[in-house]
């Protein structure tokens, strides 16, 4: 082992949107702490955050259908999207405050304007997609949102989509503007040079493997460089595990009871990628359709306009399938691993549950290109082979936990932060919504870790965050202030939208 040992306030472990996210807020509360981030790989943003991990949806329930659902007595509930509404607007706020503080710039650099739609076909889901709509279009977090069931209105909005399809097939769309493309790596990355400038040290190619309680109350991280082999002893008062599908098993590393009877199911992804320039021109949406019969809800099919890498791109999909991979970087034996005295039961028991699940997620992984291809004719019937490629998503590994409402070994689709009970550290797991909810989810570690400083922070949260604390939903002219402001300084303005279409185009 090396000899050097340091101390510090904060250790971040990972370089996702997470701590990126964590760190950068932090700096801005108590710029006079110590920070160290630890992350495996060469850069940041390289897992889930990349931008060709993930879909890079600005997610605020514009047109995701599975945030709305429907009851038993046919109405919708909107809740869960009205939380993810509210949720994406405080990140919008935060990021406004960066860029107009200049902690970052050009943020047409990593977000991007883009109608949101939702599209479905056959009069049952076109009856949901109605519902939808007057549940939604009547609350100012969804203003603007259009419904149109007319093919020609349709071919004006999405003519890659509607060219060469059966003209009596019954079809429906819902489209609202103020919809975004983020691309999560690009920000990771400004977030993490702003905060090297300032002083926080950032180390890759070290990979933290060991985790535990000091005497004094402290953490002890043992980081390997994985360069030069050598193993460093570091300790910090709080710890933050932003590892992403590396999370579960650090957690388990700290001996917390908290971090007890979890589990973790891994989702692999696959997008297609159009190769036609031709083609990518002619689509100008992310458009999310129903997941089909028995698929986990982050496989619902969306054919995607996304700005990556000074230019435009579209993608299909994503496919899910089963990898036992905990990261896109991991080891083939990260499940096994997982598995522990304390949560093999529900583990266990998760697996009798969805036994259909892992068969679907098999099936998928066992499709052809054809029969992929068959998929993506459901959105762009004269899709042509030749012009579509395939790239290999970032890894989800959802949550298995025992709940009252489930029983034991219950999937869970969301993201969890577990702490210890004297908030010295913080977990983030799970995947969904995702990076655009961070900064709602990294609020929520603040609140949980540091109960004896919130409210001190708190003027300087509200600086940062006008609506912190505060329904936009119930306060429609400060959420009306707020899209207005933070669409001028992102650039997400009608104005903004057609100068930025004219430098991709
Ligand atoms: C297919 C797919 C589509 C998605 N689509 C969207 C979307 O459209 N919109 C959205 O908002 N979200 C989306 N998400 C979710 C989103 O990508 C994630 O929620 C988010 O990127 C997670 O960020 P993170 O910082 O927690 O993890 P990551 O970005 O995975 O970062 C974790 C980091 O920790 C490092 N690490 C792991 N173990 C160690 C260790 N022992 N020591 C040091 N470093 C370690 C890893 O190398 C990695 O760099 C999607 C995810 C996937 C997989």
Redesign the pocket.
């Known amino acids: 082992m090396s000899s050097r040992e340091t101390k510090t306030d904060v250790i971040l ?8 996210t964590l760190g950068t807020i932090l700096k801005e509360l108590v710029p006079e702490w110590k920070i160290t981030v ?4 060469a850069d ?7 931008e060709w ?7 605020s329930a514009l047109c995701e259908l599975n945030y709305t659902v429907e009851k038993p007595d046919g109405s919708l509930d909107i809740s869960k999207a009205i939380k993810i509404n509210e949720q994406f607007q405080l990140s919008r706020q935060f990021w406004t405050y960066l860029v107009n503080n200049n902690l970052i710039s050009n943020p047409q650099d990593f977000i991007m304007p883009l109608p949101h739609m939702s599209l479905v076909q056959g009069e049952e889901n076109i009856t949901f997609l109605k519902k939808r709509f007057k549940a939604l279009s009547n609350n100012p977090l969804f203003q603007g949102m259009e419904y149109s069931d007319d093919p020609e209105k349709l071919m004006e909005w999405i003519p890659l989509i509607m060219q060469d399809r059966p003209s009596n097939e019954p079809i429906a769309a819902t489209k609202i503007d103020s919809g975004t493309d ?1 691309n ?1 790596g690009a920000l ?1 990355r400004m977030l993490l040079d702003n905060l090297k400038s300032r002083d926080v040290d950032i180390n890759y190619k ?4 060991q985790i535990k309680r000091t005497s004094d109350g402290l953490w002890e991280l043992k980081v390997k460089n994985l360069e030069s082999g050598t193993v460093e002893s570091h300790t910090a008062k709080f710890v933050f595990i ?5 999370s579960l098993h ?1 957690l388990q590393k700290t001996g917390i009871p908290e971090g007890k009877h979890i589990g973790g199911f891994p989702v692999s ?1 696959i997008f297609m990628v159009c190769n036609n320039q031709e083609v990518v021109e002619q689509h100008h949406a992310k458009v999310y359709g129903k997941a089909s019969v028995g698929a986990p809800p ?1 496989s619902v099919p969306h054919l995607d306009t996304r700005y990556i890498d000074n230019k435009k791109s579209l993608l299909f999909g ?1 496919f899910a399938g089963f990898s036992p991979k905990f ?1 896109k ?1 991991g080891s083939m034996f990260d499940l096994i691993t997982s598995v522990k005295p304390h949560n093999v039961l529900t583990i266990l028991a998760a697996g009798a549950k969805e036994l259909p699940l892992t068969k679907y997620l098999i099936q998928q992984l066992l499709l052809s290109k054809e029969q992929r291809m068959k998929e993506l004719r459901e959105f762009v019937p004269n899709a042509k082979s030749e012009d579509w490629d395939f790239v290999v ?4 590994v959802q949550v298995i936990k025992d709940t009252e409402a489930g029983g034991k070994g219950t999937l869970q689709f969301g ?1 969890e932060v577990i702490t210890a009970a004297d908030g010295s550290i913080a977990a ?1 797991l799970g ?8 900064v709602h989810v990294m609020l929520e570690v603040l609140k949980k870790c540091f109960p004896q400083h919130i409210k001190d922070w708190e003027p300087k949260i509200i600086e940062m965050i006008p609506s912190y604390g505060i329904s936009l939903m119930e306060n429609p002219e400060l959420f009306e202030q707020i899209l207005t402001s933070t669409a001028e300084t992102l650039g997400l303005s009608k104005k903004e939208q057609v100068e930025r279409e004219l430098v991709y185009s």
């Open positions: 472990i990972g370089a996702g949107i997470m701590s990126a630890f992350e495996k790989l940041a943003g390289e897992e889930s955050s990349n991990n993930n879909a890079g949806t600005g997610h983020v999560f990771t070290q990979s933290v493997n932003g590892a992403g599908g590396g650090l992804g982050m994503p990261l970087n998503a970032g890894q989800r993201t983030l995947a969904s919504p995702g990076a655009s909810t961070a």
